[in-house]
């Protein structure tokens, strides 16, 4: 199986149309290009609207999330726990990160907007990405089978 992989660190494989939904969600994205500006927009805009602190990009968050991303699209499977020793706090070490943390996963969405806007319509998703502790997160898609596997990793 072919996996593509493109959101690194800097996840330059985001172009946003920016579009207002009544989430403040951006409601189209291509994998394409963007920058870190517009990803934090994205994601900020949410926590914005609920007078929230904004997130920062974390380098060990975006290491867990690309590693994670990357075993759902390889396994062709939606699981915070893969393989053997690939659960959510034994990722979290390896990328040597500390501290509060949690995970949004999902599998099929085309966009960067949809698949925020249907992480803040599930209520455990919705509370992850709302926690007023959270400080930092990290983002990656990779493709397997067709399908877009998903992965955001928000720490405080």
């Not at 949410?46 to 990357?70: F, G, M, N, V, Y």
């Not at 915070?80 to 990160?97: D, E, I």
């Amino acid at each position: 199986m072919r996996i593509f992989v493109r959101f690194s660190l800097a996840l330059a494989m985001l172009m946003f149309a920016w579009s207002s939904s009544s989430t403040g969600v951006v409601t189209t994205a291509h994998a394409a290009s963007a920058s870190n500006k517009q990803i934090l927009q994205a994601v900020n805009a949410i926590r914005a609207k609920h007078r929230l602190p904004k997130l920062q990009l974390h380098p060990s968050l975006q290491k867990a999330a690309r590693e994670q991303s990357k075993l759902m699209a390889k396994a062709d499977k939606m699981s915070h726990k893969v393989g053997f020793r690939q659960g959510f706090s034994t990722r979290l070490k390896r990328a040597g990160y500390r501290g509060l943390a949690a995970e949004n996963i999902a599998r099929g969405q085309p966009t960067l907007g949809r698949v925020l806007s249907g992480w803040m319509n599930s209520r455990g998703h919705r509370r992850n990405m709302l926690h007023p502790r959270m400080r930092y997160f990290g983002l990656s898609v990779a493709k397997g089978s067709g399908r877009n596997y998903w992965a955001m990793v928000l720490g405080g």
